[in-house]
């Protein structure tokens, strides 16, 4: 296959728009940022095209926060023109270029392969086969703490030669190798436990929760990319 180009010229306000309604818009759960960012809504859009067109995007520091329902988790949320400018590049550069390199089974968050088209398919599959039928079940611990950001990046650059794409996955990438994320991680842990050594419960309560807290992830430090070349 072919390294794709010209994918980041592609992009058009027309886009941009529509990304917005068909996904932020929709998916984003926090209706206060939708208030604001279209209290200015065509302002907004043109200033992410800008942004786009001036090839001069800076990922915005992340919003960490940690909840606790059903089990204890990080969140790290951007402001919505991040959002939008990272589901633009999801759309017009890594899909036309890894979708077409999944199998057709492979169902996960793709467009027209959801859960229906997943559930039919195992269907289909489990009609056709005879005897015992074994399902392998796996989950990655800790998967998106512990990607390797250059190895991740190298895949990247075998697929694409557009110099510009490549340069806003960069930043995109290597966004969470940056040291105010752990620290917040680390003090939002840190309080936490402060709480529950409070808290009037059993000891075996007491212990899980700790453990709970303490088994929260942070980013290995190296992950990120620290600096690339153009082919």
């Not at 180009?5 to 209706?31: A, F, G, H, W």
């Not at 190895?151 to 697929?159: A, G, T, V």
């Not at 409070?198 to 709970?212: A, L």
């Amino acid at each position: 296959m072919k390294r794709k180009r010209n994918l980041y010229s592609s992009i058009t306000y027309e886009d941009i728009r529509r990304v917005y309604q068909k996904q932020i818009r929709v998916n984003t759960k926090n209706k206060i940022k939708i208030r604001k960012f279209e209290d200015f809504y065509s302002i907004d859009l043109a200033r992410v095209k800008r942004i786009i067109d001036d090839k001069n995007y800076i990922p915005s520091k992340y919003n960490i926060f940690l909840i606790k329902e059903p089990k204890y988790r990080i969140i790290m949320s951007q402001n919505i023109s991040d959002e939008l400018i990272n589901y633009v590049i999801a759309e017009k550069v890594l899909l036309p270029v890894l979708d077409k390199c999944l199998i057709d089974t492979n169902v996960a968050t793709r467009i027209s392969r959801g859960t229906h088209f997943g559930i039919k398919r195992l269907k289909k599959y489990l009609r056709e086969m005879k005897g015992d039928v074994y399902a392998f079940k796996v989950d990655i611990s800790k998967y998106f703490y512990n990607i390797n950001h250059d190895i991740l990046f190298e895949l990247l650059k075998r697929k694409i030669k557009d110099k510009d794409a490549l340069d806003i996955l960069f930043k995109i990438i290597s966004s969470t190798d940056k040291d105010y994320i752990n620290r917040e991680i680390n003090f939002l842990k840190s309080k936490e436990l402060e709480k529950i050594e409070k808290m009037n419960i059993s000891d075996k309560m007491r212990d899980k929760k700790i453990n709970d807290v303490l088994n929260i992830p942070i980013y290995k430090k190296g992950q990120g990319v620290t600096d690339w070349k153009y082919d």
